[in-house]
């Protein structure tokens, strides 16, 4: 199952690729449009891969009695890190670099404040492990 999502993922990127690459010298504005598309493509692929790994942390937090608020912190930082490359990658294929490299930054910044509860915790859990 998990390679046949990836044989199809791999196709539709190929495909995109060369279609891009075919319209982008005579109409880069379709280019860019099928480029897109192509990526939606793929994240919808990506999206029945991700609700697996959500049932997986589901079960992790049943067997484990942790905060619940962890947890779903912690998806919530990976599903911002993973928006965040797409849209800068989206950015970068449509020639805006500069744009690319920002929502990175902005990503980055993101995550960090949204980790400060679990580096709290963290904190907190080795402080009264202290003697």
Excluded: R
């Excluded at 199809?8 to 690459?21: D, E, H, M, Q, R």
Aim: charged letters at 10%.
């Amino acid at each position: 199952m998990f390679l046949e999502i990836l044989l199809k993922i791999i196709g539709i990127g190929f495909l995109t690729t060369i279609a891009c690459l075919i319209l982008k010298p005579s109409k880069p504005d379709l280019a860019l449009v099928v480029g897109v598309a192509g990526s939606v493509c793929v994240f919808l692929y990506i999206i029945d891969l991700l609700e697996q790994v959500l049932g997986l942390f589901s079960y992790i937090m049943e067997l484990t009695h942790l905060d619940s608020k962890l947890f779903t912190l912690l998806i919530k930082i990976v599903g911002v890190g993973y928006i965040t490359e797409f849209s800068a990658n989206l950015c970068a294929d449509s020639g805006s670099s500069a744009m690319a490299s920002k929502i990175m930054l902005a990503g980055k910044i993101v995550i960090f404040v949204m980790a400060i509860p679990i580096i709290t915790s963290l904190v907190e859990l080795l402080v009264g492990l202290m003697p």
